[in-house]
């Protein structure tokens, strides 16, 4: 897998994630059990925090607390 941030240059990132075909089966399991209550969550993580400068050291996925505004959707 590999994560990188895009910078806009306005304040805003984008972040881009490169995922393999056994890394999505992987995914779809974790989303899977997040669905149905077997983890409150997961991560996907900086495997190189030590080598590089900058970049994504976590990002954390868990299910949205009711009543929260939402501030992003999903797109194909």
């Not at 995922?19 to 089966?25: F, S």
């Not at 996925?61 to 009711?66: L, R, T, V």
Request: net charge negative; charged share 25%.
């Amino acid at each position: 897998m590999r994560v990188d941030l895009e910078d806009f240059g306005t304040g805003w990132v984008g972040l881009q994630i490169g995922i393999e075909d056994q890394e999505i089966d992987k995914l779809i399991g974790l989303l899977a059990s997040l669905r149905t209550g077997d983890l409150d969550h997961f991560h996907i993580f900086s495997t190189s925090f030590e080598e590089q400068k900058n970049g994504v050291a976590d990002i954390q996925f868990s299910k949205a607390i009711g009543g929260e505004a939402s501030n992003a959707d999903l797109n194909a």
